[in-house]
C-alpha cells in the first residue's frame, strides 16, 4: 500500500535514475521538498542540479524547459497549480505546442509539465481552478489525468519517452488517496474501464473518478449497474473506447471539474452525438462544476462542484428515459 | 581562439559580404511582396544589417541563434541559404519551414538557428533552457538570443535574466535597439532608457555598442562570447541600431520624423566599411547571383501537399 503521492515520487525518482538527461524543476521542489510533499527527499537523493529550484518565474522557467528539452535533456518541470501556469501559458501554447508544427518537423519538445488541478481544499478561486480541459483544446500536446496510484506511478515513464509535450494533471485531493501501485506498466493512449456496467456509461477523469465510481456503487444498490470510464488521457481523446462504451450501456453520464460551458464534457457530447448518435437511447447528461469562480466557504464550494449525488441523480434520469 | 587569425581586411569583407546580401534579399523581398509572391507580415532589417552580421561573425558552428519574427537578416548570416529562407517566403515545401512558418519562423536545425519567435520576448526562455542543456551537458557553446528593445518592457525579459545570470548560463542576450517597439519610441513605453544599466541589475555583464557599425558589433560580440565561453555567465549587449524601414510591410510609418530618419541614413552600415578596388562590385555582383539563383528555386519550389497538414502537429515515430 502507498499513496498518490508517493508514487509519483517513486516515478520521478526511478526516471531521475534511469536517465541522466532527465531533471525536475519548478518552484520549491527541492530545498521545500515540493508544495504538495511530491519532491520530498529527491534533493538530498539527486542534489540541486538535477532537482533544481526555480524563482517565481512561470514563464522563464517552463520556457526553459522547452529550450532545455530542445537542447537534448529530458525535463520535468512542476508548476505549483493550473492556476499559475497561465503565466507560462505564452510558453506552453506558443512554443511547445507548435514548434514542432511550425518548424516543419525539425525541433520536437520532448518535455513533461506536472501540474495540480481542481477543488475540494478551500484554497479559493485562484487555486482551485480545472483547466485541463482547456490544454486539451490544444492540438500538439499529449493531457494526463491520473487519477489512481498505479496511473501517477506508471504514467510519468511513458511521458518521459514521448517526443512531444506531455502535461500531466494532478488532482490536489488525490495525493493522500491510499492504493496499490502494482508493477504492471501502463500506456498514454487509451482510457481505462474501472467498472464494468450494463446500464449507462459514466464518463470521469481525475477528481471526478472517484466520484463517480461512488456514484456506481449507490447506482447497483438500486440495481443500476453503471460502467466507469476513466478518459485518463484528454488528448487525444480515446473516442473508440468512449464510443464502445456507449454502444453497450446506450446512455451516458459525463462528470467533469471544468466549468460546463466550451468544457472537456461539452467536447464529449458532441463527440456522442456525432459517432454514436444512433446508440444513446437517453440525451447525453453533463455534471460539471457551477458556472461560477470557487468559491471558499465549504458549502458554496460543495455546492459548485459535481458531487455524487448529482451524478446519480443523472444516471438515474439517463436510464429512465 | 581560432578566428582571431582572420586578417582584418578579410574580416571586413566578410561582415560587408552578409550586410550587402541581407539589403539586397530585402529589396528583393520588398519587390517580390509587392508583386504578391509574399504575402502575410513581413518586417524588414534594412538598416540594421551590422547587427547580425557582427554579432553572427563572433559565433561557431557549434553556437545557438534564437531569433525574433525580424529574422532574415540573422537566418542568412547564421549561414541559412537564401534559397531556402526564400521559398519559406513563398510557403513552398522547400522553405526552411515547409511553408509553415513564412518571414516570421524560418527554422534550420543543421545550422541550430532556432526559429523566428513571432511573440516579443518568446525566444528568451528558450535561450534560457538551450544554454541550461549546454551547462548540464558540458558542451562549451553559447546561445546568441536576438531581441529588440521592445522586449525588455516584457516580463519574460526579466524572468530570464535572473534566471540566467543566478545559473550562470551561457547566453549572449542580444538586444537591438532600434529605438522603436512597433510604433513607440523606447522613451514613450519604457521608464529606464539605459537598457544596459537595467540588464546590470542582474549582475549580468553589459554595454551599450554601436550596432551601425559592422566592427565594432563584431568585437563587441567577440570579447562577450569569449566570456561566455570562458564560463563567466550571460551577457548583455545594446546594439544601437535603426531600421530604415517601417515596422512591417503593412506599417504607414506616421511615428517617426523624416528628418530622423534621414540623419540615421547618413550612418547607413554599408557605408562604414569600404573595400578597395573592385571588390565590393564584385561582392555585389556575386550576391545578385545568388538571389536570382534563390527567386528561381523559391518559383520552382513545389507546394507542400494538402494531405500533409496534420503532419508534425505529433513527432512521426
Redesign the interface.
Known amino acids: 500500500m502507498t499513496t498518490y503521492r508517493e508514487a509519483m515520487r517513486e516515478a520521478i525518482s526511478e526516471a531521475l535514475l534511469a536517465d541522466e538527461r532527465v531533471?525536475l524543476m519548478g518552484e520549491d521542489v527541492g530545498m521545500y521538498g515540493g508544495c504538495f510533499a511530491v519532491s520530498l527527499g529527491l534533493l538530498e537523493k539527486f542534489g540541486p542540479?538535477r532537482v533544481r529550484d526555480?524563482?517565481l518565474?512561470e514563464?522563464?522557467?517552463?520556457?526553459?524547459?522547452?529550450?532545455?528539452?530542445?537542447?537534448?535533456?529530458r525535463?520535468i518541470v512542476e508548476i505549483m497549480t493550473v492556476n499559475f501556469s497561465l503565466l507560462a501559458l505564452?510558453?506552453i501554447l506558443?512554443?511547445a505546442a507548435t514548434?514542432?508544427?511550425?518548424?516543419?518537423?525539425?525541433?520536437?519538445v520532448p518535455l513533461v509539465i506536472r501540474m495540480t488541478t481542481g477543488a475540494g481544499r478551500q484554497l479559493a478561486a485562484q487555486h482551485s481552478h480545472s483547466l485541463e480541459g482547456w490544454y486539451a483544446h490544444i492540438?500538439?500536446l499529449?493531457i494526463l489525468a491520473p487519477a489512481t496510484v498505479a496511473d501517477a506511478r506508471w504514467m510519468l515513464a511513458p511521458a518521459l519517452a514521448d517526443?512531444?509535450p506531455v502535461l500531466i494533471f494532478e488532482h490536489g485531493s488525490l495525493y493522500n488517496v491510499p492504493g496499490e501501485p502494482g508493477t504492471e506498466k501502463v500506456d498514454i493512449v487509451s482510457a481505462a474501464v474501472r467498472r464494468p456496467g450494463r446500464d449507462v456509461t459514466l464518463l470521469a477523469y481525475g477528481g471526478t473518478l472517484h466520484k463517480a465510481l461512488s456514484a456506481a456503487e449507490e447506482l447497483a444498490g438500486g440495481g443500476i449497474e453503471a460502467e466507469v470510464v476513466d478518459l485518463r488521457v484528454l488528448r487525444p481523446l480515446d473516442e473508440a473506447s468512449i464510443v464502445a462504451s456507449v454502444a453497450k450501456t446506450h446512455r451516458a453520464v459525463i462528470v467533469d471539474e471544468g466549468w460546463r460551458s466550451g468544457s472537456l464534457s461539452a467536447e464529449i457530447a458532441a463527440r456522442l452525438a456525432d459517432r454514436a448518435f444512433y446508440e444513446l437511447d437517453a440525451p447525453v447528461e453533463r455534471v460539471c462544476t457551477a458556472e461560477v469562480p470557487i468559491p471558499y466557504a465549504r458549502h458554496m464550494e460543495e455546492a459548485a462542484l459535481p458531487q455524487v449525488p448529482a451524478v446519480v441523480e443523472a444516471a438515474r434520469r439517463a436510464v429512465s428515459s | 581562439m581560432a578566428r582571431k587569425s582572420r586578417t582584418q581586411p578579410s574580416r571586413d569583407r566578410e561582415l560587408l559580404r552578409q550586410m550587402l546580401r541581407i539589403r539586397r534579399f530585402e529589396e528583393r523581398c520588398v519587390e517580390l511582396y509587392s508583386g504578391e509572391k509574399i504575402r502575410g507580415f513581413m518586417h524588414l532589417y534594412i538598416g540594421e544589417e551590422a547587427v547580425a552580421a557582427g554579432v553572427c561573425h563572433a559565433l561557431t558552428p557549434e553556437d545557438t541563434v534564437v531569433s525574433t519574427y525580424r529574422e532574415h537578416g540573422h537566418a542568412l548570416a547564421r549561414g541559412v541559404p537564401a534559397k531556402t529562407i526564400m521559398a519559406e517566403m513563398y510557403g513552398r515545401v522547400s522553405g526552411t519551414s515547409r511553408g509553415r512558418g513564412g518571414s516570421m519562423h524560418i527554422f534550420d536545425a543543421a545550422r541550430r538557428f532556432y526559429g523566428g519567435n513571432a511573440i516579443v520576448g518568446g525566444g528568451l526562455p528558450l535561450a534560457v533552457g538551450l544554454a541550461l542543456a549546454d551547462k548540464l551537458l558540458e558542451r562549451p557553446r553559447v546561445t546568441a538570443c536576438f531581441f529588440g528593445e521592445g522586449a525588455m518592457a516584457e516580463g519574460e525579459f526579466h524572468e530570464c535574466l535572473n534566471l540566467a545570470s543566478l545559473w550562470r548560463l551561457p547566453v549572449l542576450f542580444a538586444c537591438e535597439n532600434n529605438q522603436y517597439a512597433m510604433g513607440t519610441a523606447l522613451a514613450r513605453s519604457q521608464a529606464e532608457t539605459d537598457l544596459a544599466l537595467r540588464a546590470a541589475a542582474y549582475d549580468v555583464a553589459a554595454w551599450p555598442v554601436d550596432g551601425m557599425d559592422a566592427r565594432a558589433v563584431a568585437d563587441a560580440a567577440g570579447k562577450a562570447c569569449e566570456a561566455v565561453r570562458a564560463g563567466a555567465g550571460p551577457h548583455f549587449l545594446e546594439l544601437r541600431t535603426y531600421r530604415f524601414r517601417a515596422h512591417s510591410m503593412y506599417d504607414p510609418d506616421r511615428y517617426r520624423d523624416k528628418a530622423e530618419i534621414e540623419q540615421w541614413k547618413h550612418r547607413d552600415p554599408l557605408d562604414v566599411i569600404e573595400l578597395p578596388g573592385p571588390e565590393t562590385a564584385e561582392l555585389e555582383k556575386e550576391i545578385a547571383q545568388e538571389l536570382d539563383e534563390a527567386i528561381d528555386f523559391a518559383e520552382r519550389a513545389p507546394l507542400e501537399p494538402v494531405e500533409e497538414l496534420t503532419r508534425f502537429v505529433y513527432s512521426e515515430v
Not at chain 1, 60 to 72: P, R, S, W
Not at chain 1, 99 to 105: K, V
Open positions: 531533471f542540479e526555480t524563482p518565474s514563464s522563464a522557467f517552463v520556457g526553459a524547459g522547452i529550450g532545455a528539452a530542445m537542447g537534448g535533456m525535463p505564452d510558453q506558443n512554443n514548434i514542432l508544427h511550425m518548424s516543419g518537423g525539425q525541433f520536437n492540438p500538439g499529449r517526443p512531444d
